[in-house]
């Protein structure tokens, strides 16, 4: 079940980096000034409370919605982060129902 997930957060992921054409400074999710980096990404882990993860990012990251994105009976609620490192780099966390980190991702990050 955490493998399907896992997967349909990565084919996310790869969809939405391939649309960011320009150079490293552009945003992939323009709607969060969040900007997250490797060391950053290492200190949220799974289970935490979605309070806790913003308050290591600093700040709330972009909602994002996918249909049909979760194929079992576990809701998700996902967020797109900005990401510092290679062009297009960013985060995806996901959240269940109880505001808990289910699965974070990232590409490109540095």
């Known amino acids: 079940m955490k ?40 200190k949220i882990k799974t289970g935490m ?7 290591i990012l600093g700040g709330k990251c972009e909602k ?6 979760s194929p079992t009976d576990i809701k998700l609620v996902e967020y797109g982060c900005n990401g510092y490192g290679d062009k297009g780099a960013n985060v995806i ?3 269940d129902e109880n505001h ?3 699965i974070k991702t990232q ?3 540095k």
């Open 93 to 95: 966390l996901s959240f």
């Open 49 to 55: 409370t979605e309070d806790k993860v913003w308050s």
């Open 64 to 69: 994002i919605v996918l249909e049909d994105a």
């Open 3 to 42: 493998k399907v997930l896992l997967i349909i957060s990565l084919i996310s992921i790869f969809t939405l980096t391939s649309c960011n054409k320009d150079n490293n400074t552009e945003k992939v999710y323009k709607n969060t000034k969040v900007v997250v980096n490797m060391k950053t990404y290492n």
């Open 100 to 102: 808990k980190l289910y």
């Open 107 to 109: 590409y490109g990050l």
